[in-house]
């Protein structure tokens, strides 16, 4: 996989939180997936979709949260049992981060943790600028730049640690 020296100095402490958190708690799912409600059936099944395809464990509540189950108890446990958390940032995400709503709520625990991976699509980090700039300020990946298929085969790489729980590493160039 190719990595971008901007991707490399922003994915390295997301890398060593993951290994860290896998040592401690080997159980956990490799990444929560956070997305505005909009996106649950698109863009962000689609995310979910290629990192399970890629071998990822996801946490994703369409799939996490059965009918019935108080939702935002289901998230906290979500959270808390992920490694590492991908935010979509797409157009719908940063309307509701503006509003207030369950992903502004994700998002503050994730930011509050430093276990944080932005993945823009269809907008861009001014845009998120504008609403966010602490999740702004994370080095993350973009569509504009690769395709769905290839940040997903990225986060693999990102977060496969069950084969490195020996020293943290970086993503390879």
Not at 58 to 70: C, H, N, Q, R, Y
Not at 102 to 129: N, W
Request: net charge negative; aromatic share 4%; proline share 5%.
């Amino acid at each position: 996989m190719i990595y971008t020296p901007a991707e490399v100095k922003g994915l390295t402490p997301v890398r060593d939180a993951a290994v860290l958190r896998a040592r401690q708690q080997p159980d956990l799912r490799d990444v929560f997936l956070c997305h505005a409600w909009d996106d649950r059936r698109g863009a962000a099944r689609e995310l979910c979709d290629l990192l399970e395809a890629e071998g990822v464990s996801v946490w994703f509540s369409e799939k996490d949260i059965a009918l019935g189950l108080p939702f935002m108890r289901e998230i906290d446990r979500g959270l808390a049992r992920s490694r590492t958390g991908l935010v979509l940032v797409t157009p719908a995400l940063l309307r509701r981060i503006d509003h207030g709503g369950v992903s502004d709520k994700e998002l503050s625990e994730l930011l509050a943790r430093d276990l944080l991976l932005p993945v823009i699509h269809e907008t861009t980090y001014g845009e998120l600028r504008d609403i966010s700039p602490l999740l702004a300020s994370r080095n993350g990946l973009d569509t504009a730049d690769d395709s769905m298929a290839v940040i997903a085969a990225k986060v693999a790489e990102l977060v496969a640690v069950e084969d490195d729980l020996t020293a943290p590493s970086t993503p390879a160039n």
